[in-house]
Every structure is written in C-alpha cells, then in structure tokens.
C-alpha cells in the first residue's frame, strides 16, 4: 500500500511540475491540452447544470443588437433614431427603458445565459433561440401571444429595421435561454476573429465599421 501511494506520489509531482512548473515548449503544449480538457470536461458540463442551459455563455457574432457607442452612449439619442419601428408593438421610451440591457450589446461580447421556463419570460427580454439557421438567434421579445394555447414569442433585434421571418413565431421548444448581462465586451473577438476571413463581406468586421 505505502509503496502504491509513493508511486501515485511520484506520478503526481511529474505531472504538476510539467503542468504548472515546466516551462519548456513540451511543458507548454500539455498545459494547454490539461487547461482545454478540465474546461470541456469539467467546467462547462458544472455550467450547464448550474445555469439550466446548453448555452451558458454565448458570443455575440452580428450586429443585430449593436447599439452606437452600447456602452457608454446616450439611450434617448438612440431612441429617437429607432422609435418608430416599436410604434406596431406598442412600446414607448419609457416601456423600453425598463428592457434588460436597454443599451444593448455589440459584436464580440460575451453573455451569460441562464435557463428560463417559457412561462416566466416577459416581453423586452432578450432570449436566445434556435432557427433554421446554423447558429441561435440573440433578439429582444416584441411580442406574446396564443395560438390554439400555444404561447408563441416574437422577437426583433434592436439594431434591425424589422423583423426576420424565422422570429415571428418562435416556440416554447426553441428558446435556449436568456441572456441576462455583459459578462465581459469585446472579450469573444478572441475566438471570431479566426473566423472573420469566412465570414460574408457584408459581415465582417466591428459593428461601427458596418
């Protein structure tokens, strides 16, 4: 037994120093492997159980919900630029100011997302859904309503000029989350910026650069 634990002993000295101490190029790939794993197997999986959602941080990939200056500009400047595509939805400054993330959020963001029971989200959140598209949809809900008792959501993002078609009538079975905050701006431009030189011409980029 004491021989067992003085060779578990060995191994586990090895493997922290070439983990944490080593500062060779071997060293180097291993941590990063080691550092990749316990992320994919460990801490995502403890995410999604946590948060209640596949997606518990989402990157922001389009401008769709880009406000000018999301971060430190004047919301009633925005508004007066944007106020007539929310007259349909009877939605005043004043409703909107009281929206989760009133000023939006832009292209490279991180967010985190939480699960939601469909029953709970009200309109002006910002919910995540899947479409027919390849990757989920991040817009504000404009809109709820019945059909033969089916609770249906209509979303648009806040930096578009109408709705997509595919966010008219969203089902309670799409919705993947819902955003509730910034986790860090800019901060996914880490991983889409490898992505940029595939991305349409119309679509790359920063948001202020479209």
């Avoid at 349909?88 to 292209?107: A, L, P, R, S, Y």
Wanted: with cysteine; charged share 25%; hydrophobic share 40%.
């Amino acid at each position: 037994m004491e021989k067992r634990e003085s060779k578990f002993n060995k191994f586990w000295k090895k493997f922290w120093f070439i983990v944490w101490k080593d500062n060779s190029f071997k060293g180097w790939i291993i941590s990063i492997i080691f550092l990749f794993l316990i992320i994919k197997l460990v801490f995502f999986p403890l995410m999604n159980l946590a948060t209640g959602t596949s997606l518990p941080l989402v990157i922001v990939e389009s401008c769709s919900m880009h406000h000018e200056d999301t971060i430190f500009g004047d919301f009633n400047s925005w508004w007066s630029r944007h106020e007539m595509k929310y007259f349909k939805f009877v939605i005043n400054e004043n409703k909107f100011e009281q929206f989760t993330m009133k000023k939006g959020f832009t292209k490279g963001d991180i967010l985190f997302v939480t699960g939601v029971k469909p029953e709970n989200i009200k309109i002006g959140d910002i919910i995540i859904f899947q479409t027919t598209y390849p990757t989920p949809i991040i817009h504000r809900v404009m809109k709820i309503y019945n059909i033969n008792n089916e609770t249906i959501y209509s979303t648009m993002g806040d930096n578009n000029n109408g709705q997509l078609d595919v966010e008219k009538e969203i089902h309670a079975n799409q919705i993947i989350g819902k955003a509730r905050f910034q986790l860090m701006p800019y901060a996914g431009w880490v991983k889409l910026i490898f992505f940029e030189p595939f991305r349409l011409e119309q679509e790359r980029g920063t948001c202020t650069e479209n």
